[in-house]
């Protein structure tokens, strides 16, 4: 049984405490989410846990062989290696196994009169048959097919952003480490890479901590949320949607609290200023309780604010944009063939599909980057576009945050018609007061993109065009995004493979299957995809020819509607036998946190009773779905 331990990490960043004193066990089968807005220390306090930038002060405690892998969001490879050699210069152990085994063999094949040689490849032989390391280069290849790089002899050189991503993830992935740390590992992955993603990371045998905006995701792998929040670690028990409801309930009780603390102050405060003395034991533990309590009611309570962004914009008419059998061809790839469609006022259309299939090139068409071969682009009169593109325009890194958005104005009108600062529109999104002055090169990537899609909005456009959103935004942001595209009166038109954020967003769809074949949906895209996979399972079964098929197989099956009464009983009592199981996971862990971290016979007994209740929860689980079906 492998954990790692975390005791009293902290990190500073300039003038900026990002997390302080935080403490924390990782379990061998925990899989858990971290959270938190940009800017909040999510990537730095990865960095730490992997030893790529150790902490300030603190402990990580873990056993000799205690292995790591990590996913950073820009992988660090050598470009002049080739994708099956770059995965393949990973620090799993199998890889070094199978390098040594190649060098052996290159001597061999040099010197096959020399002892030492045939002794090393000997040697080097039986460790691959110890390590199993025959198969690595299968599952490397599996693994490459299902994250769609098929050319595996081609130059890291000549990768896109997302491919490389996706080539650092299969060599972390072929590794199989004790703890698998990922920093947005759906970013550039399209839908049925995301969907087999969730599937092997929930057979993974290790544990997972893994950042991500995409909320389906954390939902479908993760059984902890951690909150990295104003320096501090909250955990949540259960997926992300459990964890928004518990986070609820978290600072409504710290608010409560906070209220009968500063009721108490008040009248502790007039009693002190009745001049009181410490003539007694008793008074005098009267007055330092005063004085704890004075502390404590200075330190106000940090809760995420609630936030309404609304903007005013331009009228924009009935027609916005055209596309008349339009064609572009980008090299050998033919992006749009004779392709047609209108754009209204008010449309929500979702770009989805296949990565280097065109979507951001049909994007660019949109909005009038790239010229047709053929066909005609008609954009209305009264459109005023912004186009949120996936890389960042270049940000003078020498500039204030704040004079930055007032390169575009110092203020701007909402939809009564009232004038808002840049000031309060800075805090809106999540920018408090002492930042304003920040120079913009001391902000973290995400922080500049937030602050990148502010500057669109404040131009108050009444069409958006947005490249892959959700790429580097947390999810406070994307929620403020989502709840101002709700009530924004315009068009948006978006390009994304989130399926929480298209859900949100888009009610069209136009799915890119590559050589220009475009498929319109509309609906929300999960239904797409539910569509999609009952369509692959039909096409895929196989049809036995009619004088093979037995009697029994050409009766109708009888169809389930309804459940037993045993079937009833069971189901009735499910729920509270894993509410049951939940609670007893809960006092596992809670006790394997209280003890020493070189104390592993326990520890490892405590785990065992951890991996049992797990198996267990998750069988109850899947009757109670499978009973459910049948409830009226």
């Known amino acids: 049984m492998q954990t790692l331990r975390v005791e009293h990490l902290t990190k500073t960043y300039g003038e900026k405490t990002l997390f302080e004193d935080l403490n924390f066990i990782i379990n061998e089968h925990d899989r858990i989410g971290l959270i938190g807005t940009n800017g909040s220390g999510k990537t730095t306090l990865l960095n730490a846990i992997s030893g790529a930038d150790p902490a300030d002060s603190g402990e990580l405690i873990h056993a000799n062989d205690y292995e790591i892998g990590y996913l950073r969001q820009d992988p660090e490879l050598a470009a002049d290696e080739t994708v099956m050699e770059a995965v393949f210069q990973g620090s799993a152990a199998v890889f070094k196994i199978i390098r040594a085994y190649e060098e052996a063999l290159r001597e061999l094949e040099q010197h096959p009169e020399r002892k030492d040689a045939v002794t090393r490849f000997s040697q080097a032989e039986e460790r691959m048959n110890e390590a199993d390391a025959w198969t690595a280069e299968n599952d490397v290849k599996t693994i490459l097919t299902q994250l769609h790089l098929d050319e595996l002899d081609q130059k890291i050189a000549n990768l896109s952003g997302g491919q490389k991503k ?63 929040s104003f320096g501090k670690l909250y955990t949540y028990q259960g997926n992300y949607e459990d964890s928004v409801r518990q986070k609820a309930e978290r600072q409504e009780k710290a608010l409560q609290k906070e209220h009968k603390d500063q009721q108490l102050y008040k009248k ?26 004075a502390d404590k009611v200075s330190n106000k309570v940090q809760v995420d604010q609630n936030i309404d962004i609304n903007l005013g914009q331009q009228r924009l008419g009935k027609k916005v944009i055209e596309l008349k059998e339009a064609s572009l061809k980008l090299g050998e790839h033919q992006i749009i063939q004779d392709f047609s469609t209108m754009i209204n006022a008010g449309d929500r259309i979702g770009i989805t599909g296949k990565n280097g299939a065109g979507k951001s090139s049909f994007l660019n068409i949109l ?38 958005l007032n390169e575009v104005a110092q203020n701007v009108v909402n939809t009564e018609g009232e004038r808002i600062s840049t000031t309060q529109l800075l805090e809106q999104f999540l920018f408090p007061r002492f930042m304003h002055g920040t120079l913009i090169r001391k902000l973290s990537g995400g922080e500049k993109r937030r602050l990148y899609l502010l500057k669109l909005l404040m131009m108050q456009p009444n069409v958006l ?123 596992v862990k809670e006790q394997m946190a209280t003890i020493s971290g070189d104390d592993y016979l326990q520890l490892g007994d405590l785990q065992q009773q951890l991996t049992t209740l797990e198996k267990e929860s998750e069988e109850k689980m899947a009757r109670w779905e499978e009973l459910g079906q049948y409830v009226d």
């Open 465 to 587: 065009f947005l490249d892959e959103p959700t790429n580097d935004l947390d999810v406070g942001t994307l929620t403020i995004l989502e709840n101002y595209l709700e009530t924004f009166a315009g068009t948006v038109v978006t390009v994304s493979h989130d399926r929480y954020f298209l859900d949100k967003v888009a009610d069209r769809l136009l799915i890119f299957d590559g050589d220009a074949k475009i498929e319109h949906y509309s609906g929300q895209f999960t239904d797409y995809l539910k569509q999609e996979k009952q369509s692959t399972r039909v096409t895929s079964k196989k049809v036995l020819p009619a004088s093979h098929k037995s009697e029994a197989a050409v009766q109708k099956p009888k169809v389930k509607t309804k459940l037993t009464y045993a079937e009833q009983i069971e189901f009735d009592n499910l729920e509270q036998e894993i509410d049951q199981i939940e609670q007893k996971t809960k006092d």
């Open 367 to 404: 909005a009038g980057q790239l010229s047709l071969d053929s066909g005609e682009l008609i954009i209305g009169e009264t459109v005023k576009a912004a186009y949120y593109r996936q890389q960042t325009e270049t940000i003078p890194e020498d500039k204030r945050v704040i004079n930055y």
């Open 166 to 228: 996706r080539v650092g993830l299969a060599q972390i992935l072929i590794q199989s480490p004790d703890l698998l740390i990922l920093d947005e590992p759906t970013n550039h992955l399209d839908f049925d890479s995301i969907d087999w993603l969730e599937d092997y990371l929930k057979n993974y045998q290790g544990a997972l901590l893994i950042v991500t905006h995409d909320r389906y995701f954390l939902d479908h792998v993760a059984n902890q949320i951690y909150e990295l």
């Open 268 to 293: 502790e405060l007039a009693w002190m200023k009745t001049g009181a003395k410490a003539r007694s034991t008793k008074q005098q533990a009267r007055i330092n309780r005063f004085e704890k309590l």
